[in-house]
């Protein structure tokens, strides 16, 4: 690849989490799954996965050039879904860029939207609605206690995982998505005609304007017509700022109460009296897909049991773990957290916070010190006021001999290794770090994850001849095998 100069634009673009290298020196691409004005979106595997364990992902390409005049809008979109992990939220994994364009490798959903499901009747059975805008809700309250708004929730937007019939939902497409300030509204006037709330289209709105297009898509999928319509998007405009909600009866003659209910409360006009996302989760219209999901049946004590025993404190061994959660695990390993996390996730918060693993704990008569609990919380979540989100959750709780094998702690080497050097040094743990979509980091930070790391190796090696005044600058394959060798 050939590099040039940077530009201004370029500058922005690395501090936007983006790797600058060739993605196709590690990505081949194959059928092309979408495109528009944005860009084309392909299907690709990492080449250095062998044939039996290839894993397929969606990889978003947008042109350069198509970001001169907003790529503080790229930026945001790429804080924002690196930093969302949640079961029913797509799956971010890394970022690339060379000299004509961003790359975003995403997870691979194989079902299709939402939109498809309506067919030839143009509604979609009731009970399937109640768990699709459940498992949706359970997705905005996540990004709400992360303080985002998705700003286009729309059946398009909803994908299935798969083309199994219990597959899971994802939402996706956060390009119009922003980080908000509760003490702050918003002003900019967008989203999709059908589901837009009328605060926004005033110019003045918050958070709830996702829960006015929760209940404008609920409305549609269960009768097949949207909530306002009109031969213009000023004609629907006007009906959404103006008009009363109806439910023809020819259409809603066999919907439940519940149903019209729920819709009622999302599509009220007035946004401080529509219930939050975790207070929607509470509505009766749920009650029977909560109590399926939140089945205590199906939390997994070994799950338990490993969260018990995790010790995992350096920063390095994370990202590592990490890295192998993200590529390594097994869809029925995955079923099986998705399905724990759900169950103890019991106040809807789309983390798992420690009043939860207390209870969880207790309903199995697992005896664990608080202070175990709260060491695993201080060490562990990204942001320690929320909790664990999916990924996190799946690091304390999965079984580290299995994960930490030869073969994948050589993958993960040769992951972090990105100048191919045999060794782990600032530049190939920066650049990690920038692929992973995290921001710059300050040089000093990069030097001491490896520093602490090296440290401790020496300090197992050498015990009290270790000097602790030298820096380490980098960590070779050897060296990087001996920091798991007691898993």
């Not at 995955?334 to 916070?353: C, E, P, R, S, V």
């Amino acid at each position: 690849m050939k590099i040039r100069k940077y530009t201004e634009l370029d500058t922005n673009i690395i501090q936007a989490a983006s790797l600058l290298k060739d993605i196709r020196k590690e990505y081949r691409f194959k059928n092309k799954l979408g495109g528009g004005h944005f860009g084309t979106v392909r299907r690709g595997y990492r080449i250095s996965e062998k044939n039996s364990k290839i894993k397929f992902y969606a990889i978003k390409s947008i042109p350069m050039k198509n970001l001169s005049c907003n790529i503080n809008d790229f930026i945001k979109e790429v804080d924002i879904i690196s930093t969302l992990d949640h079961p029913n939220i797509i799956k971010f994994y890394e970022t690339f860029h060379d000299d004509y364009f961003f790359h975003i490798v995403m997870e691979l959903c194989k079902g299709k939207e939402i939109i498809n499901q309506l067919g030839n009747f143009g509604f979609i059975e009731e009970k399937k609605v109640t768990y699709i805008i459940f498992k949706v809700l359970l997705a905005i309250t996540h990004c709400h206690n992360r303080g985002v708004t998705h700003r286009d929730l729309k059946p398009e937007n909803i994908l299935f995982d798969s083309m199994k019939k219990d597959a899971e939902i994802k939402l996706i497409d956060f390009g119009l998505s922003r980080k908000y300030d509760k003490e702050q509204k918003m002003h900019s006037i967008l989203g999709t005609p059908y589901y837009v709330a009328p605060e926004v289209l005033k110019g003045e709105y918050d958070e709830k304007c996702d829960i006015w297009s929760i209940g404008a898509m609920t409305y549609l999928m269960l009768c097949g017509e949207p909530p306002f319509n009109g031969h213009s998007n000023n004609e629907i405009f006007k009906k959404i700022v103006k008009e009363k909600i109806k439910f023809k009866s020819y259409l809603w003659k066999n919907i439940s109460n519940n149903a019209k209910d729920f819709v009622n409360i999302c599509l009220n006009k007035n946004s401080t009296k529509r219930p939050s996302a975790q207070e929607a989760l509470n509505h009766i219209w749920f009650s029977n897909v909560a109590k399926e999901i939140h089945n205590n049946k199906k939390i997994n004590k070994e799950i338990l049991l490993n969260i018990k025993e995790f010790n995992i404190n350096y920063e390095f061994k994370q990202m590592v773990l990490k890295y192998l959660i993200n590529n390594k695990i097994s869809d029925i390993e995955k079923q099986m957290f998705k399905d724990t996390f759900y169950a103890l996730d019991f106040n809807h918060n789309g983390f798992i916070i420690e009043s939860d693993l207390k209870k969880a704990f207790d309903l199995f008569n697992i005896n664990i010190d608080e202070n175990q609990i709260n060491h695993l919380f201080n060490i562990l979540p990204d942001n320690k006021n929320l909790g664990l989100g999916f990924c996190e959750f799946i690091m304390a709780g999965i079984n580290k001999k299995n994960i930490f094998t030869k073969d994948n702690l050589e993958d993960a080497f040769n992951y972090f290794d990105i100048n191919k050097t045999g060794f782990i040094e600032y530049d190939n743990l920066n650049s990690a770090l920038l692929r992973m979509g995290k921001k710059y980091i300050n040089s000093d930070d990069v030097n001491a994850i490896i520093n602490e790391v090296a440290l401790n190796i020496k300090k197992n090696n050498e015990g009290n001849n270790l000097n602790k005044e030298e820096k380490y600058s980098k960590i070779s394959k050897d060296d990087f095998m001996e920091i798991f060798k007691d898993y």
